[in-house]
């Protein structure tokens, strides 16, 4: 799967979205290692803060599906600015895979290529509790 397929399946998330409070659409797609790919979208609830974001629902959906190790996510918003995960999900998406490569994209069609690593520099992990 090349970098683009990951996001343009990224974008096709975004119709799936249930957005009615923040109207703001985030599709997610996540690569696993052995070259699966679980895609999400963030679905809202009217008890705001139990909204799940587009990448826990990828990772979740990966998990529960048997897959632990992953190699890349691509998130993507309509806006003007790239869609940067929030702080839980770089604290969600550490927990499996701290290596992960992130494709960022905005709502032209463009994205920026980054590590979890540089969102989420000394992360704790799961060798933190060691
Ligand atoms: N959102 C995500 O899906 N992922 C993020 O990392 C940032 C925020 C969603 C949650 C909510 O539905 C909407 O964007 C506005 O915060």
Redesign the pocket.
């Known amino acids: 799967m090349t970098e683009q397929a990951l996001v343009d399946l990224a974008f096709t998330m975004l119709e799936r979205?249930y957005?009615p409070?923040?109207h703001?659409p985030?599709g997610?797609a996540l690569l696993c290692a052995d070259g699966t790919v679980f895609t999400g979208c963030?679905v809202?609830n009217a008890a705001y803060g139990s909204?799940i974001?587009?990448?826990r629902t990828a990772l979740v959906k990966a998990v529960s599906e048997g897959r632990r190790e992953f190699t890349a996510l691509a998130?993507v918003?309509n806006g003007g600015d790239y869609?940067?995960?929030?702080g839980a999900?770089r604290q969600m998406l550490y927990e499996f895979a701290p290596e992960l490569t992130l494709l960022v994209g905005r709502g032209d069609g463009k994205y920026r290529k980054t590590a979890l690593k540089e969102l989420l520099p000394h992360g704790f992990g799961p060798s933190s509790l060691n």
């Open positions: 979205s957005v409070y923040s703001f985030v997610a963030n809202e909204t974001c587009a990448e998130v918003g869609c940067w995960p929030c999900c």
